[in-house]
């Protein structure tokens, strides 16, 4: 059983300083429902953070508007304290009206942005609690051609906002080709549409070739194909989360399967500090210069 997700190997990727104080990062997760948002975050983050949530009610049902949810945890690691936050958005393309499924995920992210000018700005700048949202991961249905107008408008509205890291949900429903076939129209119109999702910093030339392989594999595989299981099941004597079918089994984290493994490790592993880093120094820095511009005028 993995009993770790990796993220004690943070301190590598910052400085000490940082360490002690602990670590925020927010990961805000979109898509349609059914798509498997909550059934991810669950077997990224090894908890099952949405276990009391009932189905949605009647009214929940009738509103079909997009609504925001928000989970915080604390989770410590070989010392390493990480505060997780995700931001969950069910009824996303539930409403008949695409403006009001990107409009609320927009308002959230910009919220968040001014709370934090307001506190840095105020005389307890040292102790901020830090709520930008760091990472969109955005879900694309595995049984569509390609990027509907509903995906495109959500990311063309909030990709200078946020890093938009897209997935295929759902990739058991897809054949190895399908998958190939989907993630190469997903970039060619990412592409035409001129949307900008986050994009991979360079590896670093001093960085050993083991390293240098994975990187280039990581960034081939955008956008990630996911699975998720909240169901743990025995794989020839191995306890492993999968989903059991009449045929057999697909293992979460068996990478023949999908992309789930890579995702995680880049969520968590490798690049939590650049996606912290690119969150400040152009999102958060796009949306300061508007409201200093807005003050001066
Ligand atoms: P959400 O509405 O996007 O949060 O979706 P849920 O996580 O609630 O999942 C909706 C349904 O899809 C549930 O029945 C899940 O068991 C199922 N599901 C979740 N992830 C996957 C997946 O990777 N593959 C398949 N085939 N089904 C999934
Ligand atoms: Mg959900």
């Not at 009932?54 to 915080?72: A, L, M, W």
């Not at 968040?112 to 307001?118: A, D, G, I, L």
Request: proline share 4%; hydrophobic share 35%.
């Amino acid at each position: 059983d993995r009993d770790y997700i990796g993220f004690a190997t943070l301190p590598e990727q910052i400085h000490r300083k940082s360490v002690k104080r602990g670590f925020d990062f927010t990961l805000m997760v979109v898509g349609e429902s059914g798509l498997g948002k909550s059934t991810l975050v669950n077997s990224l983050f090894l908890s099952d953070l949405y276990k009391d949530r009932k189905n949605p009610d009647v009214s929940e049902k009738i509103k079909k508007t997009t609504s925001i949810e928000k989970k915080t945890m604390d989770i410590e690691e070989r010392g390493v304290k990480l505060r997780l936050t995700v931001v969950d958005t069910p009824g996303f393309g539930d409403a008949l009206n695409s403006e009001d499924s990107w409009r609320v995920c927009c308002n959230y992210i910009d919220e968040q942005f001014r709370q934090y000018f307001t506190d840095e700005s105020g005389l307890n700048r040292k102790n901020i609690q830090d709520n930008r949202v760091h990472c969109c991961l955005y879900f694309i249905p595995p049984y569509g051609h390609g990027l509907r107008q509903l995906d495109v408008e959500f990311m063309k509205k909030l990709h200078q906002k946020v890093n938009i890291v897209p997935v295929i949900a759902k990739a058991d429903c897809l054949t190895a080709p399908e998958i190939r076939k989907l993630k190469q129209r997903v970039l060619a119109e990412v592409a035409e549409h001129e949307i900008h999702i986050y994009q991979f910093p360079e590896c670093d030339s001093d960085e050993d070739e083991e390293f240098k392989q994975q990187d280039k594999e990581l960034k081939a595989s955008v956008p990630f194909s996911v699975i998720g299981s909240n169901i743990v099941i025995e794989v020839e004597g191995t306890r492993v989360r999968g989903r059991q079918y009449p045929w057999g089994v697909v293992e979460v984290e068996n990478p023949k399967h999908s992309d789930f493994t890579k995702l995680r490790n880049f969520l968590i592993t490798t690049h939590m500090q650049d996606l912290k880093d690119v969150t400040e120094d152009v999102h958060y820095e796009n949306f300061r210069a508007q409201c200093i511009s807005q003050i001066s005028q």
